[in-house]
Structure formats: C-alpha cells, structure tokens
C-alpha cells in the first residue's frame, strides 16, 4: 500500500497521522456497513479545500478511485470523520452503491504530527501520472 497520511485542521494547527500505521494498529477492527448518505465528507471540499487542482491533479485522483479495492474498509474516527478511504467511497458512489465497509475507530488517537510542512511528508507516488 503506498504511504498515505490523513491531514486535518484543528483550530489553527495542522494534524497528520500516518493512515498505514493506524491500518496496522487497528486491523483487528469489527467490519460494519456504513452507509455512503452518513459520510460528511462527500459534502465538504476534502481533497482540495484550499485551492484549485490541475488537470494533472485530478487525474491522478481518478486513476486513484479506478485502481481502489472496496474489499478493503475505509477508517472512520471515534467522532464519525473519515481517516482513510475517500478514493474508495468515489467508487463505490460512482458505482451506485448505498453501502460501504467501514471500521471505527473506538477512539481518535493522538496524531503523529503537528504543523509539519505536509510537503515534507514521504510519498512514493510520482508513478501515478
């Protein structure tokens, strides 16, 4: 899986946690069906809330949503937010579906950054375009 964080803002800092650490921690998680009408983000500015994308930009998003696998959960924190699985939750509206597998967190953990320069993070997604 490639190297994926989930950033939030949080009064004036900026929090990060690192998506495939909070996968492996929590992986023994109980599966539930969450239904995509639940899901806050899909009404808010969740990849781009802050500027505008280049074409380049969204069609890596689009090559994200084609290559994402719904037999994999998305994470969702104590609070209901998303954590991870945006790419799959297009998908699975794209797809017509109602429904998504979902794992909750039983409590929203501390992150593993604050105010960091998020462009600093390590990626290895430059194959994507």
């Known amino acids: 899986m490639r190297q994926q964080y989930h950033i939030r803002q949080v009064g ?3 929090h990060v946690w690192d998506v495939n650490r909070l996968l492996r921690v929590h992986a023994d998680l109980p599966t539930e069906q969450l239904a995509l009408a ?3 983000e899909l ?4 990849w781009y809330a802050d500027s505008h994308p280049t074409t380049l930009e969204l ?3 689009m090559r994200l949503v ?3 696998d719904l037999a ?3 994470l969702i924190d104590a609070e209901g937010g998303l954590m991870d699985g945006m790419h799959r939750i297009v998908k699975a509206v794209l797809a017509g579906h109602s429904h998504i597998a979902a794992q ?3 409590h929203t953990p501390a992150p593993d950054y604050i105010n960091v320069d998020v462009d600093s993070l390590p990626y290895d997604d430059d194959d994507l375009i």
Request: hydrophobic share 40%.
């Open 12 to 14: 004036s800092d900026t």
């Open 38 to 40: 639940e899901i806050a």
């Open 43 to 46: 009404q808010q500015a969740y």
């Open 59 to 61: 069609i890596v998003h």
């Open 66 to 68: 084609e290559a994402a």
């Open 72 to 74: 994999y959960p998305i």
């Open 104 to 106: 909750r967190l039983p």
